[in-house]
């Protein structure tokens, strides 16, 4: 063989130099140490006094010096695994490939001929059927849609048991204060028939609300997870212009410091905690007052948050189909693609809001779902590349087709047309009159024909009986008590 | 000012290592010395043999020493300029900066409200005002549309004028044959007031006949352009699984050996002569038979062109807004992101088909073109990054905002919110109630009210009464003895 060549991945869009990095750095510490971070929990406060930091008690103010932050960066683990009682569907998160998970937290719904309406428990099944068929995502998630048909006090007790029902793959739960991040991760440690949690199930978002302040529930729930030894992605939704400054150095800065913030916490409360680099920051426009996900400035904060990361060896969590269009449009694909190509190019190693995301967060749909699906297999296809090597080059079928012919009928373009080039499962290419004779469906209603058929093919995985009668009963006990 | 650091330009999406940028150009040279490329153009046949190659008469095959190929290639420039009547709007060609150009040769048009129907000469009317209007777009091209309604011999000379007239940025010309090709760059002449053409005016594309054939249109397309110094993009449309091997590797140096002969041909005509790495290729879908230019493989060729161009040191084009959706919709919103994407990371210096293209080259949009225009400036937003300096880290601003506060009527936010972010022009990003009490309009209706508003602000840019009327008087000597 004369030629024995393969491709290799594209490098990361990194936008900043090793300075940028390094300067970064430098003025979230400066943050830290001299400006000081709101941490309203106080039992966190009286930890980070024990190892070190100045409390001023009466305004929750913590100041924390670089040491610790430098300390912190040392112990948790540069990788780790997210594990499911299926275990071909444990997932990795920091060696090399994305975990893509499911949307998040969305209060609207938008399914096809049915208009936008608010989400429902029924949706999350729905969601959580297609998170299970869609090969390409990694994690089920949490709060695949906020469902507005059940008692808020309980919601947990709804998502999480039917995230681990319907799907085997790793799901995420709770962490709004430390009860419903308790209940979470015992019902992932009943499911998992590890009811110690021996390894990590279930990893959880933890939102700052930025500027500098850690509030009570979300530091209760951080606690919990970081007791149990479960992962946390700890996630400042800076917003520049609103809870940021305008100027993106200065909005980093501010969000890196957030983060470095719970980094130290968590090592604190239970050194070797995995942790995941986490921003789901962006921008608002000032012309509308509204926070764009979808928006150019939203990506430089991806990119951002992949080089910082990886400056600290910890993975990241960042990016998905991110968009602000309040349908499924022109908007919505080139939003979507954009955003999920520098995440993807990035390496982002942990990838919420990978699929089914509209409007700023607010709506989800099944129909976007399953094209975010699709715009993923298309990346991770130009991502594959290709081989050089003398089967690939062909120059004997070069020489045999003569010029101006084909290659159509070639044994080996019928060997390779099928593996070697990716085939869409939405996005069409018929011919005009074919797809007009086919009833000319656009993007959104090619969409709607793929959620009905993965409806319609889903299976429910195994479960063993008695794990999913104990499931069950924990979750009948917890309802009760959270309800009277 | 303690920091004073910029951001950079983000690597290019390269798939290839230096060997496989070896290997290609290896096997590309194996075709055209010992496979050989047809050449059906008698004179080109000629100047090829008298530099050195063997011509096979009866087969019109041309086989193509290396030494020859080495020769040819130190001789191109790296760059060029594209002039134009207005100094303004002159464009460089390999100067770090992306010519972005009109799509080409689509005989049909979507235009909102109306269906699909075919192109006229008021669509290319439109179109070349929408050019004219959108500041992204450097160069106005030709063939914005196949306009159906004018006789095929002189259409030539329907669209060159009109381009020349309706706006004031360098024009592309005809290529199909020696004499469409001459009258073309007689009328660019004219219009510039340089009849000898003693700087690049008009760009042409070369389509090769692929696999392995210069035919003798474009091969005499190629010999005036390359006479009167003028640029050509040398652009086999290779098509992987049809016209060229199935597997990317085979077709990649099929295309690099037409491209390489092109070189050799322009250099032997008229050393010198600008030439431009021309790569419009992708591959067929073997399900239905059709040419799929927004594929992930699509985008591995535009990368692939890019590397290798650069390694030749010539200007490169390829890519552009390509998508095979047959509407406005998620799927054209996707594929034209990704595919613009690609081509922009990769640096292309010339982009045809930028803006306004559907459905596999076959169909051209007023509407998709300001979309593309929207995703153009988003995507240069995105690379142009951001400052890391005292005034964007804000340090003092970060101090002054008490925690969980916000920034938004800030001076420094009123300041830098308009100018450091992008303010998108179509995309919404209005709340749903604000969207939905607009009429609801997705991105195909929203950009329907820009093309409208172009096109009623566009003013005509000036051009000399006399030289106008020298064109005039041109044009009709030319319809006259074509149609008689």
Chains 1, 2 share one sequence.
Not at 93 to 122: H, K
Not at 135 to 158: A, S
Request: aromatic fraction near 8%.
């Amino acid at each position: 063989m004369e030629y024995d060549l393969s491709t290799v991945e594209v490098p990361p869009p990194e936008k900043m130099t090793e300075e940028g990095v390094e300067a970064i750095h430098d003025v979230s510490i400066q943050i830290m140490e001299d400006i000081g971070i709101k941490v309203a929990h106080e039992e966190a406060r009286d930890i980070l006094a024990e190892a070190g930091a100045t409390v001023d008690e009466e305004n929750e103010i913590v100041r924390i010096p670089e040491s610790l932050v430098d300390d912190a960066l040392e112990k948790p683990p540069s990788s780790f695994t997210l594990h499911s009682r299926n275990p071909d569907r444990n997932t990795g998160v920091g060696d090399g490939d994305t975990t893509l998970t499911s949307t998040y937290g969305a209060p609207n719904v938008l399914r096809y001929g049915e208009g936008r309406r608010a989400s429902t428990i029924a949706d999350y099944e729905d969601l959580a059927k297609i998170a299970q068929m869609e090969e390409v995502i990694g994690c089920t998630g949490y709060n695949l849609c906020e469902p507005t048909d059940v008692p808020q006090e309980v919601k947990h007790y709804e998502m999480v048991p039917r995230s681990l029902k319907l799907t085997d793959k790793p799901v995420m739960g709770s962490t709004y204060g430390e009860e419903r991040a308790r209940a979470s991760l015992e019902m992932v440690g009943i499911a998992n028939d590890d009811r110690d949690l021996s390894k990590p199930y279930m990893t959880g978002i933890i939102n700052t609300v930025s500027p500098r302040t850690w509030d009570t529930r979300m530091t209760g729930g951080l606690l919990e997870y970081a007791k149990a030894g479960q992962p946390v992605l700890i996630s400042p939704a800076v917003m520049a212009n609103a809870s940021g400054p305008s100027t993106l150095a200065g909005s980093f800065a501010l969000a890196n410091a957030e983060i470095l913030t719970g980094v130290v916490l968590s090592q604190q409360i239970n050194p070797g905690t995995p942790i995941v680099y986490g921003l789901p920051s962006s921008n608002v426009d000032v012309r509308y007052g509204s926070f764009s996900i979808g928006s150019p400035e939203g990506g430089l904060f991806v990119s951002f948050a992949a080089q910082m990361a990886r400056s600290y060896d910890i993975p990241v969590r960042a990016g998905g189909t991110l968009n602000d269009s309040k349908t499924i449009d022109d908007q919505s694909g080139a939003e979507s693609m954009f955003q999920l190509m520098i995440a993807m190019f990035s390496d982002i190693d942990f990838m919420l809001h990978a699929a089914g995301i509209l409007n700023s967060y607010s709506t989800v749909s099944p129909e976007k779902y399953v094209l975010d699906c699709e715009r993923i297999r298309y990346v991770q296809r130009f991502q594959r590349g290709y081989d050089l090597n003398d089967e690939t080059f062909a120059v004997d079928l070069l020489e045999e087709v003569e010029p101006g012919g084909h290659f159509l009928n070639k044994r080996h373009t019928l060997e390779h047309s099928k593996t070697d080039h990716y085939m869409t499962k939405i996005f069409n290419r018929q011919s005009y009159d074919d797809w007009e004779s086919k009833g000319s469906k656009d993007a959104f209603a090619a969409a709607h024909d793929r959620v009905n058929e993965l409806l319609d093919t889903y299976e429910r995985p195994p479960l063993d009986e008695d794990i999913e009668q104990e499931l069950d009963e924990y979750v009948e006990r917890g309802k009760e008590e959270a309800l009277n």
